[in-house]
């Protein structure tokens, strides 16, 4: 069984820096790729990032590229997500997720963490 933990949520100040985790056990074929989602309250579930374990290759949502970076560890079996130049509009709760491939659309993932809370201060 697949299970995903996030972790390093929290109250910043604009402008400030956050590092989210997510440790992953069970791991399996077919969680090749992690995700990260976040979800604002009244909104719908915005792709932020993507890793896959084994080449490292990496993709971006638009409104946080440039900003935050998202690293693993293999040996730990954790990935990160290295969050800068926070403004009030990233304040969300913040998921890990893991499928196969890459994919933007968290209706693609089947696997997914329970959630960080990100609360931005202006």
């Known amino acids: 069984q697949v299970q995903l933990v996030e972790s390093g949520g929290g109250l910043v100040q604009a402008g400030g820096s956050l590092r989210l985790s997510c440790a992953v056990s069970?791991?399996?074929?077919?969680?090749?790729?992690m995700g990260w989602f976040r979800q604002a309250a009244g909104k719908e579930r915005e792709f932020v990032a993507a890793i896959s374990w084994i080449a490292g290759n990496t993709i971006y949502g638009d409104s946080v590229k440039g900003r935050f970076f998202i690293s693993r560890d293999n040996a730990k079996n954790t990935v990160y997500l290295q969050m800068n130049s926070l403004k009030p509009e990233d304040t969300a709760v913040y998921y890990c997720?893991?499928?196969?491939?890459?994919?933007?659309?968290?209706?693609?993932?089947?696997?997914w963490g329970q959630g960080t809370q990100v609360t931005i201060s202006s």
């Open positions: 997720a893991t499928r196969y491939d890459f994919s933007r659309d968290f209706e693609d993932y089947p696997y």
């Open positions: 069970g791991r399996a074929f077919g969680t090749n790729v």
